[in-house]
């Protein structure tokens, strides 16, 4: 069988990541990685073994089946679009793009060729989502907490866009709802845009969520609390663990429900080389991808919506 033929356009710090999962895997053929620093683009060619680095996607075109785009948020649009114009597979990390207008062209396009373009909210991989699926059923309250310490990368976009986004998309993923209103607070620290916010967002369903994200901590936690009417569920992201809370038959007491509770650690696991194997399981399944366009663009109009609700607090 012939390999798949893919490249990462982009190889900072996520992007070289992409890079050598694409390397390891088999029945996939790492063509190029792309770069504006060509230093950078060769090391990481080298190191995964592969034999060209460019500073210039467009050579690659013609060259590739699928491609990662991992470059800043502001080139997402340009480098998708043209990618898929050429009939190749993209996986583009999140968030999709910077408008709607601009995530709905690359769907539209997507669609017409036949091509799977998936995005990169890799917490749909983390073991422990996948884990709580199988419990949650309605849930009626959700509160998530994202806190990292600050890093440089990452800050051409405010922290609802940076990190909120992704307890965005497992929340909307989890609920599916449409959101009927978003209250939310924040504040710019470190940089000029936002590095701490909390949003409140109600759905059409009744679910509550509250929702927080800050980049300037001091620890970093990604941990998601969701109720339901039968559950409790404690999601640790970060260190794949998670506490599930039922009412069991009975009473311990007089008045006091009897409470089983159950943890698991989920060991661990590598939810970026489970994205990118699904990515090409999808292309050579022709299958949808398990993150799809619509998926990141749903998040996104959720995330802009916040940001819109920011802008409130402060004119």
């Known amino acids: ?188 620290v470190f940089t000029g845009e936002e590095d701490i916010a909390n949003a409140r967002i109600a759905f059409e369903n009744g679910c509550v969520a509250n929702v927080t994200a800050s980049r300037i901590s001091l620890k970093s936690e990604r941990k998601m609390r969701i109720f339901q009417q039968d559950a409790y569920l404690t999601l640790d992201f970060q260190n794949k663990k998670l506490l599930v809370a039922k009412r069991g038959e009975g009473e311990l007491l007089p008045g006091i429900p009897n409470v089983q509770v159950q943890e698991r650690e989920l060991g661990e696991s590598d939810p970026l080389k489970s994205e990118i194997s699904s990515f090409v399981e999808a292309i050579k399944t022709g299958r949808q991808p398990q993150v799809s366009g619509r998926d990141g663009r749903m998040a996104l109009e959720t995330a802009l919506k916040i940001n819109q609700a920011l802008n409130r607090i402060q004119s």
């Open 1 to 188: 069988m012939t390999a798949l033929r893919t490249a990462v356009v982009g190889v900072g710090y996520l992007g070289n990541f992409h890079a050598q999962k694409y390397a390891a895997l088999e029945g996939v053929q790492l063509v190029g990685v792309v770069d504006n620093d060509a230093a950078r683009g060769a090391e990481v060619a080298k190191s995964c073994g592969c034999c060209t680095a460019f500073t210039d996607y467009r050579e690659l075109i013609g060259q590739v089946d699928a491609v990662s785009v991992v470059v800043p948020t502001q080139y997402h649009h340009q480098v998708a679009l043209d990618f898929l114009a050429a009939g190749v597979h993209v996986l583009i990390e999140k968030p999709i793009t910077v408008t709607i207008e601009q995530a709905d062209e690359l769907i539209a396009l997507a669609d017409a060729k036949g091509l799977v373009f998936q995005v990169g909210h890799l917490e749909r991989f983390n073991p422990v989502l996948m884990a709580a699926e199988e419990v949650l059923t309605a849930p009626l309250f959700v509160e998530s907490v994202r806190i990292a310490p600050f890093k440089p990368r990452g800050t051409d976009v405010n922290v609802v866009l940076d990190l909120m986004i992704h307890d965005i998309d497992i929340i909307q993923h989890l609920v599916k709802s449409p959101v009927a209103r978003i209250d939310a607070i924040g504040a710019p």
